[in-house]
């Protein structure tokens, strides 16, 4: 612990994904394109828009670990 994510404040979302790597968000390998596309639409669904429906733990099968707080 007291990575970047332990130091940042709430609110605050950490996923990790079944051996994505470090350009898994790009069209480089589309594999990991639609869980990211949920999480990053959900997120700002739920703290831009104010939409408490959002939902933010959903547990897709594509990640390893989703942390928040």
Do not use: C
């Not at 480089?28 to 669904?45: E, G, H, K, M, R």
């Amino acid at each position: 612990m007291g990575g970047a994510f332990d130091k940042t404040p709430a609110p605050t979302y950490f996923i990790e994904f079944d051996k994505a790597g470090h350009f898994a968000w790009t069209d480089v390998n589309p594999t990991y394109q639609t869980s990211i596309a949920y999480y990053s639409v959900a997120f700002l669904d739920r703290y831009l828009k104010d939409d408490k429906t959002a939902d933010l733990s959903r547990r897709r099968p594509d990640f390893t670990e989703l942390r928040k707080k």
